[in-house]
């Protein structure tokens, strides 16, 4: 494989709360361009791996490469400075900022003009179906919107290259999942951004990812086609409990 | 838009109103109203400080004591003039509060405040006890900036020094910073994965809002002639946030009618001092109680009440509007 291809590279990660091993040597690696999904049953280790991706956490050991550079212990602005955006299984928006306000928050850090960013901004929101709310307060929205508007605000990041979505369908309406999915498809092969998406939604994950990787109790116990882990013994004793 | 050039010209208006009226009333009110303008100027930065970032710090006082001190001790012992003291004044408060950002950078809310209250203490207790060098209890004797007791000067100076505080915090909230501080308020997680720098911007709010406060403090100093330990009293702290609270947190103009209005109501009341305290307390828990975004939101409410009577009923949505601020 060649080097340049990753993007992401997570070697032996470790991370220790106390006494609790989240993450128990995770290894993987991601291809630039990818689609990739992270799954395994709650409590499995996916959020605190992502949380180490982009700065939240540092990880205990091992090392987390993004572009062939090391990036745990930088923090999260630095991180996202260097093309890395998230989104949070909560949805976290500025609830006292209007809908547009929150989408300039990431292209103003990167320096974009007040033209550009405002630009930018309304194409986003016009694709997400969110234009006539771009002056409302943020608390005025729903649930499923705040998913919605989180999603696309870490697209109003120019250059974005890696994507990390933690769990980005759930508890959003099927017209909606619509619009998120249309939107990763979409950056994904117009702008080349590599997704890393952890989700529950099988059916989903599997029509938008080629290769899944399946953690459990902190490791990583599977990779490939949805297919493919599906039949692992492994997964189906880490889904079904063994 | 419009709506814009209608808030600069009621600025504007006051402003002149302002400006003319030491020529109807006497010293007497012109000095309650210097007063009145200098914790407008506490409210206002305050309100920078923990009510668009979030920072709720009960040390904002004891930087206004600070900036007094830093100044008269500077002018006493050193001789150095007024137009080098203040601002070392202000610029050691910054330094302060800046140092004092930094050590809270991982704390908020009632960690954030104790720290913070506890700083207030022991800088009060500092200048109570260091008595041989500050003056202690009895007070420190500062000279007045205009050489003369007569308020005039002074209520143009404060009146002055308000309207630079008030430009200065409208600025900062209108540029991208203002942006990244109300994130960082709602959501500092989310405010730093979207590339907000949250260790510049708590510390720029911790030094801009606290220099606001030497400043005021350190020509409050030169103004009155004596300080005193007492700016560094926990009741000072609760006056400002009572100030905001009761005028508008979150609001530009919120704290400064505030602090203007209950320092009039204390003054009328003046003659009933045992009951005044209790007619602000009770004031407080009325506008808690019913338009806990102080009279601000009394404010609005008329207004909608108004709009809504005009238009024949508005819908729901038009109900949570706020004023389109962020719209240009």
């Known amino acids: 494989m060649n080097n340049k291809n990753k993007i992401l590279e997570m070697d032996n990660v470790v991370k220790i709360f106390g006494g609790l091993k989240a993450n128990n040597g995770v290894s993987f690696e991601v291809e630039k361009g990818e689609i990739r999904g992270l799954i395994g049953p709650n409590g499995s280790g996916k959020t605190t791996l992502i949380n180490q991706i982009t700065g939240i956490y540092d990880a205990t050991e091992g090392h987390i490469r993004y572009k062939g550079k090391k990036i745990n212990g930088l923090q999260p602005d630095v991180i996202a400075a260097m093309g890395i955006m998230r989104t949070f299984q909560v949805a976290r928006v500025f ?97 080349n951004v590599t997704f890393l998406i952890v989700s529950h939604e099988m059916a989903t994950i599997s029509s938008l990812c080629s290769k899944v990787t399946v953690l459990d109790k902190g490791a990583r116990i599977a990779e490939g086609s949805m297919k493919e882990v599906a039949n692992i013994p492994e997964v189906i004793d880490a889904y079904l409990g063994g | ?111 954030l405040a104790l720290i913070t209250w506890a700083f207030a203490e022991v800088a009060r207790n500092y200048f109570r006890l260091h008595y041989t060098f500050t003056g202690g209890d009895r007070g420190l004797e500062s000279s007045l900036l205009f050489g003369t007791i007569q308020p005039t000067p002074y209520y143009y100076l404060f009146l002055g020094l308000l309207i630079a505080t008030i430009i200065l915090i409208v600025l900062i909230m209108r540029s991208r910073i203002g942006y990244y501080l109300k994130a960082i308020r709602d959501d500092s997680i989310a405010a730093r994965s979207m590339g907000v720098n949250i260790v510049r911007y708590k510390i720029f709010a911790f030094a801009v809002s606290s220099g606001l406060a030497g400043m005021a403090g350190a020509f409050y100093g030169h103004s009155i002639g004596l300080i005193s330990p007492i700016m560094g009293d926990f009741n000072e ?73 005009k238009n024949g009923g508005t819908s729901a949505y038009h109900e949570i509007e706020t004023p389109k601020q962020g719209e240009s």
């Open chain 2, 1 to 111: 838009m419009n709506l814009f050039h209608t808030k600069y010209l009621v600025f504007l208006i006051l402003v002149l109103f302002a400006a003319f009226l030491p020529m109807y009333i006497g010293e007497y009110w012109q000095y309650v109203l210097t007063i009145a303008f200098f914790y407008a100027i506490l409210a206002a930065s305050w309100n920078l400080l923990s009510g668009y970032t979030g920072l709720f710090s009960l040390a904002h006082h004891a930087f206004g004591m600070i900036g007094a001190y830093t100044s008269t001790l500077l002018m006493a012992k050193a001789g150095i003039p007024f137009w080098m003291s203040i601002p070392a004044g202000i610029l050691l408060t910054m330094l302060i509060s800046s140092l004092m950002g930094i050590m809270c950078l991982r704390v908020s809310g009632l960690y």
């Open chain 2, 237 to 309: 702290m609760a006056m400002i946030i009572i100030f905001v609270v009761i005028g508008g947190i979150r609001t530009m103009p919120g704290p400064i009618i505030g602090a203007i209005a209950v320092r009039i109501l204390m003054e009328l009341l003046r003659a009933q001092s045992e009951v005044r305290i209790l007619i602000l307390s009770l004031l407080v828990i009325i506008i808690m109680r019913f338009f806990n975004g102080g009279l601000m939101e009394l404010y609005r409410q008329i207004k909608q009440w108004i709009n809504k009577d």
């Open chain 1, 95 to 191: 609830l006292n900022m209007t809908v547009l306000e929150n989408m300039l928050i990431p292209a103003f850090t990167q320096g974009q003009s007040n033209n550009e960013a405002n630009t930018r901004a309304e194409e986003l929101l016009d694709f997400a179906l969110l234009s006539r709310l771009k002056n409302k307060p943020t608390k005025s929205l729903s649930g499923g919107q705040f998913m919605l508007l989180q999603i696309v605000r870490g697209f109003m990041r120019k250059g974005l290259e890696l994507y990390v979505m933690d769990e980005p369908f759930a508890g959003v309406h099927q017209s909606i999942k619509g619009i998120i999915i249309k939107s990763i498809k979409m950056m994904n092969q117009d702008k």
